[in-house]
């Protein structure tokens, strides 16, 4: 099954909640980066994940294993599976990799098991392994509100080009949260991307792409400041940071532009892909 990677073309940060997570107002979008995810019976009831990447855990860290265990503790399922990834979406990137290789997890085992779940009750179940889960169940392109979990579906943004370029650091999401102002910060017209994109107006869906997370990761790793000027020197529509980061991605719409910022790119940073927008949902 593939597990296609987001991007986040507007991200606000509310207030903190009561239950120590923040309250997010975002809207999501998949685009054609994806992990692969096989999954096969075992006659023993384990679960074992299978990756050769070496940055991707083989037991209880790993948000598929956890997906599988959720649904056989729920489900009371005496069966084990053996779930291979396949690595193409780079790790701890702001690309919801880990969450999407749970959620395309779900959806597989609910195939492979029988157990007739619908998108909505996969959805419930991934929200206890990840705020990000929910939306990657669906797939496609919405608006996720609460802490990532209250998923409202929109249609899908006009077709373009993605050029996404990953410095070789982490970050930490949860530094970032700490760290971020809310009182100081430029908050995104989360609502006129809605419109932006319901309008499948371009221009408009480029001027509104907005992260409040930004200047947080920005002031931290100055290196990702520096990909976000560069992808717009070399001519990107518009350059954003995804998520926590540090993964920056810029739309492009023309092949002979697409061309000139992802060389561009490639001189000055190893990890740069090229990839179309999908925006539309997976199916049931």
Same mark, same amino acid.
């Given at each position: ?56 855990? &083989?037991?209880? *860290? %790993? #948000?598929?294993? =956890? ?9 009371? +399922? ?96 949860? &530094?970032?949260? *700490? %760290? #971020?102002?809310? =009182? ?9 991307? +809605? ?90």
């Amino acid at each position: 099954m593939k597990a296609p990677a987001k991007i986040n073309l507007s991200l606000d940060v509310l207030h903190k909640r009561s239950d120590g997570y923040h309250e997010v107002n975002m809207v999501m979008t998949t685009i054609d980066l994806a992990d692969r995810v096989e999954l096969t019976d075992l006659y023993s009831d384990t679960i074992q994940i299978i990756s050769h990447n070496r940055f991707v855990p &083989d037991d209880e *860290r %790993n #948000l598929a294993y =956890q997906a599988a265990k959720l649904l056989k503790e729920k489900l009371g +399922v005496r069966r084990g599976v053996a779930i291979s990834i396949t690595k193409h979406i780079p790790v701890a990137a702001g690309l919801a990799g880990g969450s999407s290789d749970a959620a395309a997890t779900l959806r597989g085992l609910n195939k492979l098991w029988g157990l007739g779940l619908s998108l909505d009750e996969l959805a419930e179940i991934g929200a206890e392994i990840g705020s990000d889960v929910p939306f990657c169940v669906y797939g496609g392109t919405a608006v996720a509100r609460g802490r990532g979990e209250k998923i409202e579906h929109i249609p899908a943004p006009p077709p373009c080009w993605v050029i996404l370029a990953k410095p070789t650091i982490g970050v930490s999401t949860a &530094d970032v949260y *700490r %760290n #971020l102002q809310l =009182q100081s910060v430029h908050h995104p017209d989360v609502d006129g991307m +809605v419109e932006a994109i319901k309008e499948k107006n371009y221009e408009k869906i480029c001027a509104l792409a907005g992260n409040v997370l930004e200047s947080v990761t920005l002031n931290m790793h100055p290196e990702v400041a520096q990909i976000k000027e560069q992808m717009k020197r070399f001519g990107a529509d518009v350059s954003l940071m995804s998520g926590s980061g540090p993964t920056v991605f810029g739309l492009v719409q023309h092949d002979s532009r697409l061309q000139r910022v992802y060389n561009g790119l490639r001189g000055f940073c190893e990890h740069v892909y090229a990839v179309r927008l999908i925006g539309e949902r997976h199916e049931q």
